[in-house]
């Protein structure tokens, strides 16, 4: 992978970054949200996290396998759904039923299938932000479904909807939950790059974004993404996009 950065140049402001800076770089990560200020739809038009049914993005990790940094083959097929899921939780106070899009996310290691997870998402309308609310999780082995760790349900457990990717200017320093579900899913984002170039199988992409994930229930977990216009996620940890099949 070539990544070559460029400044980026201009005021940028979103609601997401926390107003105070405390020393050490100990700011909190935004766990709360105006979805009642939102028209929440199943279909959007954030460039960085396309929620287009029929969508298809392929991934492997063979350039990282050849490079001799990644000891297991993998690979993602990440496919926006023709089928949505209603959830119901409190907005505001107030129960209300949401019309989610449903994207799988399938991924084998060394041929064999791993985990399928179905995820949750919608968009507000009016800022493009997508909004995580929950999972279904399968994790296999030796073809048999073993376990659904990390699956979490808005609405549920007192579990509430994160933030996957926000919408307008992407702000550097931004940190917020992509997952609010106590004790079963806590990732959260950190905005660390804007104005890249990157190659992958795909293509070459520009003006790409990156994210740097963590979650206060292990430590040691980090993870590192680059989304780029109109292409949304191209790199997760080794795993590179090959292939997009657009309905």
Not at 28 to 48: A, K, M
Not at 51 to 58: F, I, S, Y
Not at 189 to 199: M, V
Request: aromatic share 8%; hydrophobic share 40%; glycine share 8%.
């Amino acid at each position: 992978m070539q990544l070559h950065y460029s400044m980026v140049i201009g005021a940028l402001a979103i609601a997401l970054l926390p107003a105070v800076v405390l020393a050490k770089d100990k700011r909190e990560f935004t766990d709360s949200f105006p979805l009642g200020e939102c028209d929440l739809t199943s279909i959007g038009e954030n460039r960085y996290f396309v929620l287009k049914p029929g969508r298809e993005a392929h991934f492997n990790n063979f350039q990282c396998v050849a490079e001799g940094e990644c000891s297991e083959t993998e690979e993602l097929v990440i496919s926006v759904l023709n089928e949505t899921r209603d959830i119901t939780l409190a907005i505001d106070g107030e129960a209300t039923t949401v019309t989610t899009r449903v994207v799988e996310e399938r991924e084998t290691v060394d041929g064999q299938l791993a985990e399928v997870s179905r995820n949750f998402f919608v968009e507000c309308a009016a800022t493009q932000d997508v909004y995580y609310f929950g999972e279904e999780v399968d994790i296999y082995q030796d073809g048999i479904v073993v376990s659904h760790e990390g699956e979490w349900l808005a609405g549920a457990g007192g579990a509430e909807p994160g933030i996957i990717m926000p919408g307008g200017a992407f702000l550097l320093g931004a940190r917020y939950f992509q997952e609010v579900a106590p004790e079963v899913a806590l990732d959260r984002a950190e905005h660390i790059g804007a104005g890249l170039a990157i190659e992958v199988p795909a293509g070459n992409k520009d003006d790409c974004v990156e994210v740097e994930e963590t979650t206060p229930l292990d430590k040691k977990s980090v993870s590192t993404k680059i989304y780029c216009p109109d292409s949304g996620l191209v790199f997760d940890d080794g795993l590179e996009l090959v292939l997009v099949i657009e309905p």
